[in-house]
């Protein structure tokens, strides 16, 4: 029973305690969030440790492990597995807050701290609790020299802060009189704009007023002409009215003629009109006998006499029927007489005042004609005044152009001259150092005589292998030019040789000698043959159209109206070129000179002199967009009967001198068209078929006068053309892209361009830029305008190492061929002809997933990525690649590219499971930081994967606020500047467009991570140009 009693104690002193305990970590629980968002579980682990709730494993599971990123859950499982160590887990939980976080202590318990460490001295004792306050007070003193770090940082911050301020305080005193100044300027400005304004208002009512005073005057005009003709009516008016009167005297005079005969004709009216009475009462009375008839006879006599009579009466009716009709007529006749005549009164009038008014309109048109004529003798003058001057000026400007020319003819001499007395006084310099450095060698010691044999077997081998170095291409191409060209090679005459034929390596050569020893004739006249039989770069022609050297041996006729003077060279498919060639100081240039270069075409005399080309017997349009079209055949001609007409298409043309080799002309530019037909001379050697759908649309554009491109490709430029000679030129920069729309603009070799945005690919101004032959040519003039400089630098460093190999051969030893050349660090292209690209094809590429970075120089990029990862969220945006491995010894090695043939299976394995992390990154939507070489960004750009190459500009200025970026410590100035132009020289042979940071972007190191951040993100929405080929 004492048993089951103490069990059933002890369970219930257990639960209570367990209760207790869960009382306890609930209140611990109930301010969880607080404690595990501000508790740092790094300090409290050791302080746990030595009390013994924890061990080594429980520490590196609950700091270091995968499943909890972050503090507040790396407490969280702290204070789990605490809990699960019961009370002693409580007990060194409060007493580790008590000792580092005495505000929560105090607020789970109630009670100030008295950091007693008593679980320490429990489980360690004093040693322990010793040891363990010496190492706070390691940790407290490392972070109290810490925080005196930073208030010295922070002092001269604040220093420099109040320096900035001083100088920011003197600026805004300056701004403030400044201000002052602009608000006079400003007032006096309005002052002055209000009185201009009233002054307009004024100038304004005075033209108003003048407006009006004209208006009046030109109606007081055309009222008094008004005047003037009412007046005229009026006179005409009174001189009818006098002669109205005058006519109504003489009718006033002529009146009583008239009544008398008007009387005297009622007078004989009157009697006849009684004697008419008096018959009719004699017939009425004898009708009255004769109706009594029988009653009395009539005798004989009285009936005779009544028939007498009745035959008189009769006859006297009838005459005076008839004088009645003629009265009748004659009134009528009177009647219309006086009709006409007012008739013709009232015309005369109306015809006087017309007369008079058509004299007046007469007399006012003639004045007008003279004003107007007197007008048109003064504009005559002032016309003939006009065209004096305009011919002075056409004459003046005439002139000008002919001075021009001849100032451009006496300007290109004199560049000759000056060319050739350089090249004279370089080679007298040669001689003169020569001669100077043989003589103290001389002078110094005269003892070496014996060695000269074994010495001119070694410079003979050194000068050979100088003259590798300074012209490789010479040696390894032969008769070949860097770009697989079989140039026309003209004999020479001995004066040219003699101006030309001491090249620079053989006068270093002379130079680099350490015993005197004369040339040889043998030497020489090998010299002689030796450039002999190297390749002019420059030849010269007389003209277009008949291009014949000494020999006999013809060039292609090409007419002279496809040239023009700012673009005088011909590109083919392989290549074509010209330049200016060396006259002595006696010779004029007369034009621009021309040679047309095919791929082995072998000995000039393998063309005829006569031999007919058939291409001057068509005309082609279109271009590499529309295809290669003929416009015109020649009537009668051999291509006619071939089939070939108008709106044929160009298929291929296979050209004898080029050893079969078939030319397509499907897809090339109407400039290489037609400088391929210009060697076409076999009908049956041309390719073509009839599509007159695709001509149609050519054809129209053309009828109608509308511009179209047949041609229609993307360039990026490799040089600047700022200077240009024809006004309607396109002055370009390096690295521009530009738009070709056509390669024989207005039938000239040259190119209509325009200007691309490269954010938003549209064409902006437009012009005319050299064809790639004239562009290659000066391209070349600009590196010869340049490289001199470098190159005697270049060939006095050759110079002192060789006379350091002669002298002191034992002591200098030789480089192992694992380690890489640093010029061809600097350098990548050993060939300087070959690396001269006027201009490259390019073509737009949008990527919209994210693009891995690679960040130039690399001496910087590795602090510089993880200053970019620093930044805020930028952790959100980036994913960080392991570094390349760069060759040991060399960190410049990077740069070098590696040949194909070098790299083995385990670097093949590498670059796949690099190029699988970059795409997870891309795919991810962050950009991956890469430190990678040239040739790794080509590796990547073949792969199509598109980085964005950010190269900053360290300059003399800015060199020193990159020291905190650079890896390796105590390097000079000098040094850094040098690795960074080497890299930024290593970009230009990248096949794609990469950005710059120009250094007025960033004034210090804290700043260059955030210009960097954002030009990483313009980068990212700006089209990206790759070179054709390279993608």
Request: proline residues 5%; negative net charge.
């Amino acid at each position: 029973m004492a048993a089951l009693e103490n069990a059933s104690l002890q369970a219930c002193s257990l639960s209570e305690q367990e209760e207790e305990e869960d009382a306890l970590w609930e209140k611990i629980e109930s301010a969880r969030h607080q404690l595990t968002r501000s508790l740092n579980p790094a300090k409290l682990t050791p302080y746990l440790r030595q009390c013994r709730v924890i061990d080594e494993q429980d520490e590196e599971e609950v700091l270091n492990s995968c499943r909890f990123p972050c503090k507040s859950n790396q407490t969280g499982y702290l204070m789990d597995i605490l809990r699960r160590r019961g009370k002693r887990g409580y007990e060194a939980f409060l007493e580790s807050l008590e000792f580092y976080y005495p505000e929560h202590y105090t607020r789970l318990t109630g009670r100030e701290p008295a950091q007693r460490c008593s679980m320490i001295l429990d489980e360690e004792g004093p040693e322990g609790l010793m040891q363990f306050l010496l190492v706070e007070v390691k940790k407290m003193r490392a972070q109290r020299k810490e925080h005196l770090l930073k208030e010295h940082q922070l002092q001269a911050k604040n220093q420099t802060l109040e320096q900035e301020q001083a100088r920011l305080e003197q600026r805004l005193q300056e701004l403030l009189k400044v201000q002052e100044r602009c608000q006079r300027l400003r007032e006096e400005w309005d002052s002055n704009s209000v009185e201009l304004l009233r002054l307009k208002d004024e100038n304004y009512m005075m033209a108003m007023r003048y407006a009006q005073l004209c208006e009046e005057k030109n109606m007081a005009v055309l009222r008094s002409r008004d005047l003037q003709l009412v007046v005229d009516q009026l006179k005409c008016k009174v001189t009818s009215l006098e002669e109205e009167c005058s006519l109504l005297r003489k009718q006033a005079s002529t009146m009583p003629q008239r009544e008398t005969e008007e009387r005297g004709h009622p007078d004989a009216v009157s009697e006849l009109w009684a004697e008419n009475q008096r018959l009719t009462a004699s017939l009425q009375e004898l009708q009255g006998m004769l109706q009594t008839p029988g009653e009395v006879p009539v005798p004989g006599s009285e009936q005779i006499l009544l028939d007498i009579l009745e035959h008189d009466w009769k006859e006297a009716q009838d005459d005076r029927q008839d004088l009645c009709q003629k009265l009748n007529s004659l009134q009528s006749e009177l009647q219309w007489a006086e009709e006409l005549r007012d008739k013709y009164l009232q015309e005369v009038e109306d015809l006087q005042l017309k007369y008079r008014t058509l004299q007046k309109d007469c007399d006012l048109y003639k004045h007008r004609m003279n004003t107007v004529l007197l007008q048109l003798e003064e504009i005559e003058k002032e016309r003939d005044q006009a065209i004096q001057s305009r011919d002075g000026v056409q004459l003046q400007y005439s002139q000008s152009l002919i001075e021009k020319d001849q100032y451009r003819k006496r300007v290109r001499a004199l560049e000759e001259e000056r060319d050739e007395l350089l090249s004279k006084l370089s080679r007298v310099e040669g001689l003169n150092s020569t001669l100077e450095a043989q003589l103290q060698r001389c002078r110094g010691n005269r003892s070496l005589g014996k060695m000269c044999s074994s010495s001119y077997s070694l410079c003979s081998n050194l000068s050979s292998t100088w003259s590798l170095v300074d012209k490789p291409s010479d040696l390894t191409s032969g008769l070949t030019d860097p770009l697989g060209v079989s140039p026309i090679i003209f004999p020479e005459d001995s004066a040219i040789h003699s101006m030309e034929g001491t090249p620079d390596s053989e006068k270093d050569i002379n130079r680099l000698s350490t015993f005197p020893f004369p040339p040889c004739i043998g030497s020489i006249l090998r010299r002689q043959r030796e450039d002999r039989c190297m390749p002019y770069k420059s030849l010269s022609c007389g003209s277009f159209s008949s291009m014949e050297d000494t020999a006999g041996n013809s060039f292609v006729s090409i007419p002279p109206g496809a040239f023009s003077s700012s673009s005088s060279s011909i590109y083919t498919r392989v290549k074509s070129e010209t330049c200016l060639s060396m006259l002595t100081s006696h010779q004029e240039i007369s034009r621009r000179s021309l040679v047309v270069q095919l791929t082995s075409m072998g000995h000039p005399s393998s063309l005829s002199p006569r031999e007919k080309r058939l291409g001057a017997d068509i005309s082609i349009l279109g271009g590499n967009r529309t295809g290669i079209y003929v416009q015109w055949v020649k009537p009668g001609s051999q291509v006619e009967s071939t089939g070939l007409r108008e709106g044929c298409r160009l298929i291929k043309l296979r050209v004898p001198s080029l050893k079969e080799e078939v030319l397509s002309l499907e897809n090339c530019t109407r400039e290489v068209a037609y400088l391929s037909l210009l060697h076409w001379d076999e009908p049956s050697s041309l390719v073509f078929q009839l599509d007159l759908q695709g001509y149609q649309p050519l054809r129209e554009a053309l009828e109608e006068g509308k511009k179209f491109s047949g041609d229609s490709f993307y360039i990026r430029t490799n040089l600047s053309l700022l200077e240009p000679s024809d006004p309607y030129a396109l002055c370009v920069k390096c690295r521009e892209i530009l738009h070709v729309t056509d390669t024989m603009y207005k039938g000239r070799l040259e190119w209509y361009c325009s200007r691309v945005d490269p954010l938003t690919m549209r064409d902006l101004d437009k012009g005319t830029v050299p064809n790639y032959s004239r562009a290659h040519q000066l391209l070349k003039i600009q590196e010869k305008v340049h490289i001199p400089g470098q190159q005697r630098s270049h060939r006095n460093n050759l110079k002192k190492r060789a006379l350091d190999q002669l002298r002191l051969v034992k002591s200098k030893q030789q480089k192992s061929p694992e380690q890489p050349c640093q010029q061809l660090w600097l350098d990548p292209c050993s060939d300087p002809e070959r690396s001269l690209k006027p201009y490259s094809l390019v073509h737009p590429v949008v990527v919209k997933t994210p693009r891995p970075v690679v960040l130039s120089p690399s001496c910087i990029a590795p602090r510089l990525i993880r200053n970019l990862l620093d930044l805020p969220t930028s952790r959100l945006d980036f994913h960080v690649c392991p570094a390349e491995k760069l060759t040991e010894g060399n960190p410049s090695a990077a740069h070098v590219q590696e040949p194909p043939v070098s790299r083995n299976a385990p670097q093949e394995r590498r670059e796949s499971s690099r190029v699988c992390m970059i795409r997870e990154a891309m795919e991810k939507n962050k950009h991956c930081l890469l430190e990678l070489g040239v040739q790794s960004v080509r590796d990547l750009i073949k792969r199509e994967i598109y980085p964005i190459v950010i190269h900053v500009e360290v300059t003399e200025k800015n060199v020193r606020g990159l020291r905190s970026l650079l890896g390796q410590p105590g390097q000079r100035d000098a040094e850094v500047l040098k690795a960074c132009r080497g890299a930024e020289r290593a970009l230009h042979a990248l096949p794609c467009s990469w950005a710059r940071v120009e250094p007025h972007a960033w004034s210090h190191a804290e700043e260059l991570p955030k210009v960097v951040r954002g030009c990483i993100f313009q980068e990212q929405n700006r089209p990206l140009w790759v070179e054709d080929g390279d993608d």
